[in-house]
Structure formats: structure tokens, C-alpha cells
């Protein structure tokens, strides 16, 4: 089912409903790695999200129905400079997307991630990145549902692990 959304880039007074929202995934991401994510002030992630807005390297979208905001995505707008071994590479990094509980598969996401395409070929930008932590099944099959295919595998280890 896909509902009536307006999505639009984010504004400084949307710093509110955009920390609100990513409250929802960093508990998730929390839950998960409880080592590696905090417990953040929500009033610190809106000032955070405020000054996010600011900065030319963010791009900020949010999703709005009649009952408010309810999804984001936050992008970064990354370039590698050409060099010995690789071309120059623009892309953009999609950085954090979250949508509310409540208003999931319903097509918010994919209205997001399709304004975020639209202007990332607008810019001449023709790759589209994320990352997902490995215990996210149901982000992965999202994205895989969406078009986004496993770019690359990252692998992690305690260094005492290897000493052993």
C-alpha cells in the first residue's frame, strides 16, 4: 500500500521530528550492539540535526503526510579524487533513513530513497550507496527489494582474537 507523501528536503524546524524518529533506529541499533550505540539526548540529536542542516556535505529529506513527518534520510555527498589506482568517484552515501514504526511498508521509504535518486542524477551522480549492520536482516531484504544490490563485505575482529 502506498499512501499520499509529499516528501521534500528537511528544514532547520524539522530538527524536532527528525531527532524523534531517529530515536526509533538508534533503539534498534542500541538493542543490537549496545557497545557501539548510545542512548543520545533527544534535545543533543535535534540540535545535532539543526547544525546537520547547515553543512554542505548533508542532504537531509523528509517524508509528510496529513499527520506530520514520518520517515527521513539522511545523505552524504561523498567524492574520492581520482588517483593511481581508481577514477574520480562521486557518489552519495545514504547515511541514516528511518521511518515511524507506525507508517512502515507503505511505500515511505522508497518515496524517500526515489526523491534522493532524483536529484543525485540531477547533481550527475550515478551511484547510490548504504551499509547496513549485519543484524538487520529486514533493512537488507528492504533494500535488496528496492534495487540495491551487496556492494562490498566488511569484515570485523578483536585484535586479541587474532592473537590467540
Known amino acids: 500500500m502506498v499512501v499520499d507523501v509529499t516528501v521534500r528536503q528537511a528544514e532547520v ?8 524518529l531517529n530515536g526509533f533506529v538508534q533503539d534498534f541499533h542500541r538493542a543490537h550492539e549496545p557497545t557501539v550505540f548510545k542512548h543520545p539526548d533527544p534535545a543533543e540529536v535535534a540540535a545535532w540535526f539543526a547544525a546537520e542542516l547547515d553543512a554542505t ?26 588517483h593511481l589506482f581508481c577514477y574520480l568517484r562521486p557518489w552519495w552515501e545514504v547515511d541514516q ?10 511505500g515511505i521509504a522508497r518515496a524517500l530513497l526515489q526523491a534522493v535518486a532524483a536529484e543525485a542524477e540531477q547533481a550527475g551522480v550515478d551511484r547510490l550507496l548504504l551499509s547496513s549492520w549485519s543484524f538487520n536482516a529486514g533493512a537488507q531484504e528492504a533494500w535488496r527489494h528496492l534495487g540495491f544490490e551487496p556492494q562490498s563485505t566488511r569484515f570485523e575482529v578483536q585484535p ?3 592473537a590467540e
Open 13 to 20: 524546524g524539522d530538527a524536532s521530528a527528525l531527532a524523534e
Open 57 to 82: 556535505r548533508v542532504r537531509i529529506w523528509v517524508a509528510a503526510t496529513a499527520d506530520g513527518i514520518v520517515g527521513y534520510v539522511s545523505v552524504l555527498v561523498e567524492t574520492r579524487e581520482e
Open 97 to 106: 533513513i528511518s521511518v515511524h514504526p507506525d507508517w512502515r511498508r507503505q
Open 160 to 162: 586479541r582474537r587474532l
